[in-house]
């Protein structure tokens, strides 16, 4: 019985693991995003200076918009890192310049981590309760083994224990009111 309370314990910390995982993965999407749109729309000013990067005038006129882009893809590629499940996706809409694509399937993605993180969540508490239920049996299995290997008294033996208490607390009123 404790090796399966022990099994059952293991398998909801690592349903615990994978949930944080997942809620790691959707904070990171959000997170990531917002990157994505930034070098969808800075694209084109990045393409420019890419073209001429000795052209002064180009590089003072789209300075900012050259370094959101460049700082963006670089937050970008850690994702791609963490998470290299997605990099096929991120990367087509990159080069498609395109997010409307790449945006539904991520927010798809999201939704799938949610409803991963449901089942989990629900999985977790079936183990807790079975956990909870087996913890409960064992506790009684040792309260009852632990009964068993008591010395059973009789009832006589019980009857004339209690008469004698009875006798001993008498006495001891009896001398406490002769005291006063």
Request: proline content about 1%.
């Amino acid at each position: 019985m404790q090796e399966e309370i022990r099994r059952i314990s293991y398998w909801n910390t690592d349903k615990r693991k994978t949930f944080e995982k997942l809620g790691f993965e959707q904070r990171r999407l959000k997170e990531v995003v917002k990157s994505i749109q930034v070098c969808i729309n800075k694209r084109e000013h990045y393409k420019g200076y890419k073209k001429n990067q000795n052209d002064k005038i180009y590089m003072m006129m789209n300075k900012k918009d050259i370094e959101a882009y460049e700082k963006s893809y670089e937050e970008g590629e850690v994702f791609i890192k963490q998470f290299p499940h997605l990099k096929g996706e991120l990367l087509k809409a990159l080069k498609k310049g395109n997010g409307n694509d790449l945006f539904k399937g991520l927010n798809q993605h999201s939704k799938n981590i949610l409803k991963e993180q449901t089942k989990l969540v629900k999985e977790c508490n079936e183990l807790q309760a079975e956990c909870k239920v087996l913890e409960k049996l064992e506790s009684n299995m040792r309260d009852y083994l632990k009964k068993d290997n008591e010395p059973k008294k009789s009832v006589m033996e019980q009857i004339e224990n209690e008469k004698y208490l009875q006798k001993e607390n008498t006495k001891k009123k009896k001398q406490k009111e002769l005291e006063f």
